[in-house]
């Protein structure tokens, strides 16, 4: 009886050990991010969510000199999002996580539910601020006001260091159900 229980903890304790070799991926939180090398991935990817780097928006007398801006250091996270977008702004580390966890919200109602995913246009100005968004695709008015509810919330862009100057930039954000 006694070899029977010692043989049961022993399996136990394997099958722990196992699981913590190898965790299911539902850990920390984590922005995909690329490697030290020269090429980018041009997008970042984080649970349900994407965001990629479009084409400039900026006029050319549209900009920002590094000494007018409020600068902060940057996290690795940080540092490896700005470069994978191959961007002068860093969206703060939290940003992403934040968005992450108004998907529920966004997608709550029957007209949104049918919704796989919303594709948004996210207009960053030369101070790092969001300065406006458009909604790409049909989505209906109480999907577009949550989204504008979200979007108020977002934290501004940090410069990242070594830029002469700071432009507008336009972000294409989709976040799935």
């Given at each position: 009886m006694q070899k029977m229980l010692l043989f049961k903890r022993l399996i136990a304790c394997a099958i722990w050990g196992f699981a913590m070799t190898f965790p299911n991926g539902n850990g920390d939180?984590?922005?995909?991010q690329n490697s030290e090398s020269a090429e980018y991935l041009g997008f970042v990817q984080f649970q349900r969510l994407t965001i990629h780097k479009l084409l400039s928006v900026a006029h050319s007398e549209d900009f920002s000199r590094p000494e007018e801006l409020k600068r902060?250091?940057?996290s690795q996270l940080e540092e490896n999002n700005a470069k994978n977008l191959n961007s002068h702004w860093a969206w703060p580390e939290q940003t992403l996580e934040m968005i992450d966890s108004y998907s529920p919200f966004?997608?709550?109602?029957?007209?949104?539910?049918e919704l796989d995913?919303?594709?948004?246009?996210l207009d960053v100005n030369s101070k790092g601020r969001?300065?406006?968004f458009e909604v790409?695709?049909?989505?209906?008015?109480?999907?577009?006001?949550?989204?504008?509810?979200?979007?108020?919330?977002?934290?501004?862009?940090?410069p990242v260091p070594g830029y002469e100057n700071y432009r507008s930039e336009r972000f294409e954000l989709t976040i799935k159900k």
């Open positions: 939180a984590r922005a995909q902060s250091p940057l966004l997608f709550r109602t029957k007209k949104s539910q995913e919303v594709k948004i246009l969001v300065s406006g790409l695709g049909e989505v209906d008015k109480g999907l577009k006001e949550r989204l504008d509810h979200m979007i108020r919330k977002l934290p501004d862009c940090k």
